[in-house]
């Protein structure tokens, strides 16, 4: 991307030189949060360098705040025409993974905002609310800023933002939160347990109530409806399995948490991630759709 550091014709000191480099990670952050896509966030990244580099910003006193501000203008009219488009993608959709590890091409403000879990809590906002709640909530703007960004009152902000934070808690308790321990080790047993064809194996893992979401956005062969039961989603997986044996299964850390990555045929082919409660698999999540999956 063109998005490097800048110099100014004046000889002096160019404040955006001196701070894209640094903030760049939460402008594409609050982008991610609020579309879910990395494709997105990185096309409005690149917009809010373009607009960024032809501004004067010397007078601007905080310049995170800025570039923040406006990365969530541009992201929230583009996340007001997804609704449209989400109504008609084929199948479960998912967030598109984000590698957080060390090896991580995109860095980003890693926390449970971009997990897929919470992702997938902050889809059911709508999007004034989500604006409100990630630009507080998480990036601590303003609710004057926020207000702008949203088309009104401050007040209305603070109601936005306060409105998301009730409906993201509700969201939140019905939600187990295992360990990060907990949910390595769960994954290690699980991908030994698939990668032998183990159905009582991959049975014992799963909770009884299990949900299996795969969202192959209708470019690969996936269940266009969730999955449920232990006992079904673990004879779907073995099938699968067969009939799709990867090259290999990794470990990885996707939105701050583990994840599988299966590799088929030199490419990455899913990246799965899942929920647990007492030691069991309550939700697992598969990403298949390739648009998904060509940067990782």
């Known amino acids: 991307m063109g998005d490097g550091h800048g110099s100014a014709g004046s000889g002096q000191e160019d404040p955006l030189g001196a701070g894209w480099q640094r903030h760049r990670p939460a402008v594409f952050g609050v982008a991610y949060r609020l579309l879910g ?30 570039l923040v501000t406006v990365a969530a203008r541009r992201a929230y009219d583009i996340l007001r025409s997804a609704r449209v ?38 889809e059911e906002l709508s999007p004034p609310e989500r604006v409100a709640f990630v630009l507080h909530d998480v990036f601590g703007l303003a609710f004057g800023r926020i207000a702008e960004v949203l ?40 991908r030994a347990a698939y990668e032998a064809g183990d159905l009582a194996g991959l049975v014992r893992l799963l909770h009884p109530d299990a949900v299996f979401v795969t969202d192959g956005g ?35 850390e996707v939105g701050g948490e583990p994840a599988l990555v299966f590799h088929r045929e030199g490419r990455v082919h899913s990246v799965d991630t899942v929920q647990i409660a007492d030691g069991l698999i309550t939700a697992y999540r598969r990403v298949l759709n390739p648009d998904k999956l060509v940067r990782l």
């Open 218 to 252: 209708g470019n690969v062969s996936a269940a266009r409806r969730p999955v449920h039961g232990g006992e079904r989603i673990a004879g779907v997986m073995v099938r699968v399995g067969r009939r799709w044996r990867p090259d290999r299964i990794g470990m990885a």
């Open 151 to 190: 088309g009104v009152s401050v007040p209305g902000a603070r109601q936005l933002a306060s409105r998301a934070r009730r409906r993201v808690a509700r969201a939140k308790e019905s939600v187990p939160q295992a360990s990060r321990a907990e949910r390595e080790r769960v994954l290690g047993v699980f």
């Open 85 to 122: 488009r989400r109504e008609s993608y084929v199948g479960p959709w998912l967030p598109e993974p984000l590698l957080t590890g060390p090896d991580a091409s995109q860095p980003v403000l890693v926390d449970e905002s971009v997990g897929s879990a919470m992702l997938l809590i902050m």
């Open 37 to 66: 896509s990395v494709a997105d966030a990185e096309d409005v990244t690149q917009d809010v360098w373009l607009r960024a580099a032809g501004a004067d910003l010397r007078e601007v006193g905080d310049l995170r705040a800025w």
